[in-house]
């Protein structure tokens, strides 16, 4: 089997973190029980270029109980965590990922990912798909998705354009994206950095969203949540007043500077 | 039997929001349980200068129930329910009370409930224990207490001057009354106040709250609990800074308005 | 001029009440500005049946300031306010509206209403529509506007239907409406009346909530920020989920009750 | 200089953190400005038994401007930052603490500490203060500050006994710990603390807090403004109704379990 991560003798950690983190995901582990007796993927490939972590590990696995074959790049260098790299060459799926790639590795390990012939693609920016229509233009693929707003807008654009070479899903527009991932787990991800980062206490700081979309709205309720005093700057009115409304100052970015 | 109240027909009314008022105050009903079997107060006279409302309506059944005789009358002539006055004298308790009354009928009731020879006083605000030390200086009391800040300030000056006549219990000291009375009753009371008279919606409002004690801080939370953004004056650093940190702005009266 | 209120003597009072809630709606003001220089509805003759409240009556006076003719009736007989149909009625607006009428005063409001024969037809609740197809099906009208779900429900239908007799602007689908209106307005009006009816403390109470739309959220929201130990019943799982990640406890309305 | 710390080559990466601390406390620079010109401690030895952290570190070096000597040991193995205590020897200050040193090593350096001769000491758990009462009880102190609860229990304990030696300040009973140090800083870094180990979304989980003390406070409040669905388990009934009131949910430990 092709790979290439950072150290395999990290598997056994990786394996670990695996493990805790399926704890937390009941729902993936109601569909993969389904997935084993139904076997819904049975025969299909599956090319993935997302965040390789201990959740994408047993979105993984999860496939591959349902029958699929995958390999797994990452869609960015900066978050992919080496041990459940190892851990997933070490249960046999080729994955290209090291923390901290050059763009140069990066996109080597995209069209690895993509040699592998996949019917599918799992997308989490359109870094993936972009190489399927700027230079692997005549690779067959059956269908895609794609996971982030910025990655939705650009697949609009060219789907607006008639240049779109299969359909994709746009996980983006769930509504399990927008009032959890987005919400929450931004929300709340997001003052974890920060905290990790500075050590700093929330309470009694001022704290600037810039922008009241769903990530925004997170953060916004979180800071204000740990004691904070949030200043929202937005452009959109109606987001300004929902802002306001939500108890929050709202003022232009060069105010709030 | 002496009282002086507005209307006696309004006695139907009063009883049934005493009632409904009883139905609240669980703690009260078990109090006054106890009281119907250890008769603790039996024969003991005592007066009450209090807001003549439902709830101490109740309370003063409740001293009956433990064997007191109650004389009652008001402690502030605009919180004064005229058909709970109505309902107290209909259930034999003389009182003294009358929406809107002026100020010389204001001192005739405390007069008349002194009249009654109480050996103890219960106060809020401090009124009755002024006469009782400024006028009644001869007649016999044989302890009193004071609900409000503002009367035990007034009592701890004079027990510092050595002119106090008998001992007096400082309700408002009591962790209940500050944790529970100044901050979620005063709270949410004085929010419902504005509300009823201004049909505002908080949500997005600016809120000033002059003093961060623990009236100013409950009806803070309160109204950044209704989506209000609220400011904080205050002349205590410590408070100040307690405010910044449950996310309030502070600042000086001056700069708030 | 022909209208049916209780009592003109009430115009002043309602005429200070409108003024009041005025004061509040700076946006209606700045488009009352700007209708008076544009006159952009000269000419429209409009009939709605809304609530007759100081807040309507703001709408009814923007709307001739640009140069419309309106009249109106009630859209719930309970909501309507004595003083401000009286001062409506005082400024030139046919108003038919009674607190309290019965459903037969209720309907020959709205017909006297459609008497005028109205280009625009404005709703909140659809009744004035449903005359229109049930009973005036000859009368000619331009177009509608309904406000609420349960109208917008009704009218959806008719649309499938194919029965709708002329276009009509489903207000209640705006972002405003459900951002502002829906979840701030019926959140911090729901409790206000509660409050006023009952008189209880929400700290420390327990608030059953059923549903989790944007009425429910809003509720939910502000009963937490009264300090309420509030309890979601969901049947969407979705949207189960949205209130456990807001803090709610969830359950079946069986488990809540 | 005497000192016994991990690895002197970590002093730099020290520096720069504490300076990062020290600009995130400016009540401490403040004093350490006014240190400066006023020497209150000129010519007074200190020993130090505290968490070997960047914030001690900025006050060791606020002392040392106003003129003291002082001498640092670890009042907890598990909190001493090595590259802060390397740090902190570079700038002359003798320093004993390893992270993870035995029971044995803890006592040598409270020793090696005492071994300065302080004048005062400034205590963190009370273990230095045993020391000076159980073993080197002929040692001359002036005086001493404790700033734990527990530690100052202790200490209460000894003083209804007759035996404490010298006049210990009780730090932890200035508003200042209680308003912020534990509600504040205790209830956020017990949260960041759960996160960086367990890495789950706090929103929608049930969230356990025994004792409604101000520690227990404020990791409610911030669980609460994180989304989670707080239970809090009390024995002292007014503490338990607090919690209520902030919209906990109370209950006995074993319920809760």
Request: net charge negative; with cysteine.
């Amino acid at each position: 089997m092709d790979y290439d991560i950072l150290d395999s003798s990290l598997a056994e950690k990786g394996h670990l973190r695996i493990e805790w983190a399926a704890s937390r995901m009941p729902v993936l582990a109601a569909i993969r029980e389904r997935f084993e007796t139904e076997l819904p993927l049975a025969g299909v490939r599956i090319g993935a270029c997302m965040h390789v972590t201990t959740e994408t590990a047993n979105l993984m696995t999860t496939l591959i109980a349902g029958g699929a074959e995958v390999a797994l790049c990452a869609s960015n260098p900066l978050s992919t965590q080496d041990d459940v790299a190892a851990a997933l060459v070490d249960i046999g799926i080729p994955t290209y990922a090291v923390r901290g790639e050059d763009a140069e590795t990066f996109y080597a390990h995209i069209n690895a990912v993509l040699d592998t012939q996949p019917h599918l693609v799992f997308d989490d920016g359109a870094d993936m798909t972009m190489v399927l229509h700027k230079e692997r233009v005549e690779q067959e693929v059956v269908g895609g998705m794609e996971e982030t707003t910025t990655g939705v807008i650009r697949l609009k654009a060219m789907e607006a354009d008639d240049v779109l070479r299969y359909p994709i899903v746009a996980v983006n527009d769930s509504d399990t994206k927008h009032l959890f991932d987005n919400r929450h787990g931004t929300g709340q991800s997001s003052l974890d950095g920060i905290l990790r980062a500075s050590n700093i206490l929330f309470a009694g700081k001022r704290v600037v969203v810039a922008g009241f979309g769903d990530c925004g709205w997170g953060l916004a309720t979180r800071a204000q949540g740990l004691g904070a005093d949030v200043i929202v700057t937005e452009i959109d009115p109606i987001r300004g007043v929902a802002a306001a409304m939500e108890g929050h100052r709202v003022m232009s970015g060069a105010e709030a500077a």
